[in-house]
Every structure is written in structure tokens, then in C-alpha cells.
């Protein structure tokens, strides 16, 4: 279903953010959507995702498409990008953000189910809306890849090493994608965010508020916002810079474990 005011408003640029229902896709959402731009948006939650669909036409008088799949499973993945209309192919930007860490627990106390749904999804559906969106940049000769990333994938933290090898997962399959597309003239960028008050902790400890929320107190983390920002940013440099990684953390965050709380 296509969410728009008039089906003749043309914007600039095609933005397709995967995991946009929540947390950094939903601000990136609004962010791009803010500054002209229409969009392609995904996750799972039906409802939420056309409630966003219908509020950013509303607010923003952009064109919207949502696309209700799991990025975990290839099959749906592909044909989402196969079925696309043909005026949504042009797309600009891709913003791999669907991410998630379930469980904070030794390895040998870990549970195995957390550990296929962040490999499932941090890894493998990063790699699969690359590699079926990819050929229609390569086609084009331009575009721009963003990943959300992690600190996580920047160094390792206690209880955290499987939840840290998707995102360190993250930091090389950016790099081998940049290697391999920069003869195609697409740009290829990692975010990395640091603490960020969003649905994260209340995913990692499975719906426990309390201890989600602990995770807070004591400091300003970022909000979801200011990963927004930064990923607006990057693509509103001249077509000859790129920014290969960028990593943003909350001033009180000086490394993965090391934050100052009041």
C-alpha cells in the first residue's frame, strides 16, 4: 500500500531504511522524510509501520511506501526488492539499521535461540537487502549504503560476544562492501553508536523495564535523533567525500563499558 497526498509529488532522493517501526529507523525516517525526501520503509510490525507511513505523508507531504517483511528470511527479502514498482527502483540511499541484541550472558550460559536472532538479523539481513539492492545502485552507477553499526563492533564488552561478533560483522562486511562497490562510484558508510535510549536494552533483557531503564540513569545518552542526524549527514556531503566510519557516543561514554554516571 502506497501512502502519499499526491502521486505526482517527485522528491530528489529514494531512501529505503530497514527496521523503521522503532528506535533509529523511525528517527531516520522522519529525519530524511523533515528534508524532502520520500522513503521506503520496513519492519515487521504492520500496524506500526503504516501508522509511520501515514504520519511522515501527513507531516511531511512526502511519498511513502511501507513493506511489512522479515529481513531475516532471504526468500521475503528478495522478493520485496523484485516486486518493487518500478518508480521505487531509483533507490539513493540504503540504511541497514534493523539490529537487535538479545541477552546479556556468559558464553557458557548463553542462550542459543539469542544467538541465531542477532546473527539472523544483524548479519544475515544486512547481507541479504545489500546484495538485492546493491545491483540496482551498480546499475545506476551511484548510491550511498549506510550500516548502523556499533561500539559494540569496535571493541568487546563482558556478556556481550556474540551480540559484539554480529556488529564486529558489521564493521568488515562494510569495508569488503566499499572495497568492492567503489568502482561503481556508491558510497559505502558504518555509524556507530554508543549508549542510545531507545527500545535496545528493553530487547536485550526481553521486556524487563526496570532493569532496561538502569541502564540510563545516570547520564544523557544519545536518543534516537541524534544517530538520525548523523546519518542525514553523511549524505549530504559533495559526491567525491565519504565518510567510511563514524563513531558516536554520549560525551559521559568514553569506551563500550567506561560511562561517568552521576
Not at 526481553?206 to 542526524?229: E, H, I, M, S, W
Request: hydrophobic share 45%.
Amino acid at each position: 500500500m502506497l501512502f502519499a497526498i499526491s502521486p505526482i509529488f517527485i522528491m530528489t532522493k529514494i531512501i529505503f531504511i530497514t527496521g523503521a517501526t522503532a528506535g533509529f529507523g523511525m528517527a531516520i525516517a522522519r529525519k530524511f522524510a523533515e528534508n524532502g525526501h520520500n522513503l521506503i520503509i520496513t519492519g515487521r510490525r504492520k500496524i506500526l509501520l503504516e501508522e509511520l507511513a501515514k504520519e511522515l505523508v501527513i507531516n511531511f507531504n512526502v511519498e511513502v511506501l511501507p513493506l511489512c517483511f522479515d529481513v531475516r528470511k532471504s526468500a521475503e527479502a528478495e522478493s520485496a526488492i523484485a516486486n518493487l514498482p518500478e518508480k521505487w527502483k531509483n533507490i539513493d540511499v540504503l540504511v541497514n539499521n534493523a539490529g537487535l541484541a538479545v541477552g546479556l550472558n556468559p558464553i557458557h550460559e548463553a542462550v542459543v535461540d539469542d544467538w541465531e536472532r542477532m546473527i539472523d538479523t544483524n548479519v544475515k539481513g544486512l547481507l541479504y537487502m545489500t546484495r538485492f539492492i546493491s545491483p540496482l545502485m551498480v546499475a545506476r552507477q551511484q548510491g550511498h549504503i549506510i550500516n548502523i553499526g556499533s561500539v559494540a563492533g569496535e571493541e568487546v564488552y563482558p556478556m556481550g560476544s556474540v551480540y559484539c561478533g554480529s556488529k564486529f560483522a558489521v564493521d568488515a562486511i562494510t569495508k569488503g562492501t566499499r572495497i568492492d562497490l567503489v568502482s561503481h562510484n556508491i558510497k559505502v558508510t558504518q555509524i556507530a553508536p554508543g549508549a542510545a535510549n531507545t527500545e535496545f536494552s528493553l530487547v536485550r533483557f526481553k521486556g524487563d523495564k526496570t532493569r532496561a531503564d538502569n541502564v540510563y540513569n545516570g547520564f544523557q545518552p544519545l536518543a534516537a535523533a541524534d544517530v538520525a542526524d548523523a546519518v542525514f549527514y553523511v549524505t549530504t556531503l559533495p559526491p567525491h567525500v565519504n565518510i567510511n566510519d563514524m563513531v558516536l557516543m554520549p560525551t559521559a561514554q568514553a569506551s563500550a563499558i567506561n560511562i561517568h554516571k552521576k
